[in-house]
């Protein structure tokens, strides 16, 4: 007869703090920050601070913007969030086998008592139009994304004698790119409609 069991717990916390400023109604500020600890980040790591922060510009609500040049809000955002490693990534482990009929045990997880979280961090920009009665609208957004301290499987060195390979935070990654919807009516009835769209977005890892 034989028996196992296996137990997972993960722990976490942390809070969060944000708050918009609105300035005539036409300006518009959000700052904010999150502080995230995990029970599966290593024990000489601590806390994960995420900070963020936009801001918008409704053009359209300047004294200079005419009331025929439909609307137009500019727009802008920065912020960075994580991801955290497994539950036991952060420990040294061994696994238990048997050897010669009497328990025994051999090296499994290596471990790392510094494993944090990957960061992203990720700022874009763009615009919200919309023309002809709102029969045109438009909107795009550049995005520039960098994830750093990325989580990747680095093989031990032999004389360890951990022969599975180990979580680091050692790469890097980059994405970037733009997205542009356009929409527009071509026919607005009475009893039918027409409308039409066009969606582009393009991404570079």
Do not use: C, H
Not at 30 to 56: C, H, I, M, W
């Amino acid at each position: 007869r034989l028996a196992e069991e296996s137990r997972e717990k993960v722990w976490n916390a942390g809070f969060f703090f944000q708050n918009v400023f609105d300035i005539d109604n036409k300006y518009f500020l959000t700052a904010g920050v999150r502080v995230d600890g995990n029970s599966a980040f290593g024990e000489g790591f601590g806390l994960q601070v995420y900070p963020k922060a936009s801001a918008t510009w409704v053009v359209s609500d300047e004294d200079f913007w005419g009331p025929d040049l439909g609307s137009l809000k500019l727009r802008a955002a920065y912020g960075q969030s994580g991801r955290a490693p497994g539950t036991f990534d952060a420990v040294r482990t061994w696994d238990p086998v048997g050897y010669i009929g009497n328990p025994a045990f051999r090296p499994d997880n290596r471990g790392n008592p510094d494993l944090g979280p990957e960061v992203t961090s990720e700022f874009e920009f763009g615009f919200d139009g919309s023309w002809l009665n709102d029969r045109l609208a438009a909107g795009f957004t550049y995005y520039r994304q960098e994830t750093t301290d990325a989580l990747m499987s680095v093989s031990a060195i032999p004389s360890l004698g951990f022969s599975s390979s180990q979580l680091e935070n050692v790469g890097t990654i980059e994405n970037k790119g733009l997205e542009l919807q356009l929409d527009g009516t071509v026919i607005d009835g009475a009893d039918w409609g027409l409308d039409l769209g066009l969606g582009i977005s393009t991404n570079k890892s």
